[in-house]
């Protein structure tokens, strides 16, 4: 199988409208081709500076648009940062995540982050940070502390974007995944469905993806989590057709398995709310990562106990960092 960057949207869309059986069984070889089909990689996630972000993103309570009550905070303390890295670490997680409620960071800000790339590395976890825009220097300075992922995602399809996002444009984090790329940190990039938009949009997000120069290594798809006071959370909650059926959501999971075999395709916001039917779906879609823990940013999650016993269910197990994707197929 050869790794393509030059998708249509009409080869996409064909994807999507195979019979369901026939769209599980391509993306679970696919899977099986790169992956072992029965390691999931945990990851935990960490507000380190909440609220108050200058960005008007429709699904965020961390948004100063945003009335949701969510007071905004200071960037945590560097010890706190890496004693919550200890404790992810204990638990099983493999990935670090950390993020900051920006629109860009400060410069004055860059030691402090440095500070928690190389403590959160020297325990042997991955890290991943997501800090809004950045500036080459910037990027630069990521990548030297050794920071192995920056997340910085698209959200949705070029046309979409307009009714969720209006302070930051399509092209603006397109620049950014550019100098994320150059300065050699591996890119996280997806984004969320269940926003209100259609399969088309659904379509053109993987699609911006999926043509990217290089794919994204990691590739978030997320649910919306509805928050009281968000833009979206007030447009939805009471709008049952604008959140996405479960079915769709595992289309959605297998065609960006297909379509960017290498990337590790994390199973992200909005997973507290599934069925375990329709997480093992996902797994079988080609979904291999999860977020850890009883929380993300500032949205509840599944919690260790349940995807442990979900886990147990399946027969998965964890997937670490040291080993090696199965690649023999693309090679």
Known sequence: MTVRTDWTREEIADLFDLPFNDLLWRAQSVHRQHHDPNAVQ???????KTGGCAEDCGYCSQSAFATSGLKAEKLMAVDDVLAAAREARAKGSDR?????AWREPKDRDMDAIVAMIEGVKAMGLETCMTLGMLSEDQAGRLAEAGLDYYNHNLDTSPEYYGEVITTRTYDDRLDTLEKVRNAGINVCCGGIVGMGETRADRIGFLHALATL???????????????????LGDMLKDVAEAR????EFVRTVAVARITMPHAIVRLSAGRESMSDSTQALCFLAGANSIFTGDRLLTTGNAG???DARLFARLGLHP?????????EAAE
Do not use: Q
Not at 96 to 100: E, L, S, T, Y
Not at 214 to 227: C, Q, R
């Open 96 to 100: 670090f995540c950390m993020g900051a």
């Open 319 to 327: 997937l670490h960092s040291g080993s090696e994707p199965v690649r």
């Open 244 to 247: 996405i059926d479960d079915i």
């Open 213 to 231: 120069p290089a794919h994204p290594e990691s590739v978030p798809i997320n649910a919306l989590v509805p928050v009281a006071g968000t833009v």
């Open 42 to 48: 945990l990851s935990t996630l960490l507000s380190i």
């Open 304 to 306: 260790d106990d349940a």
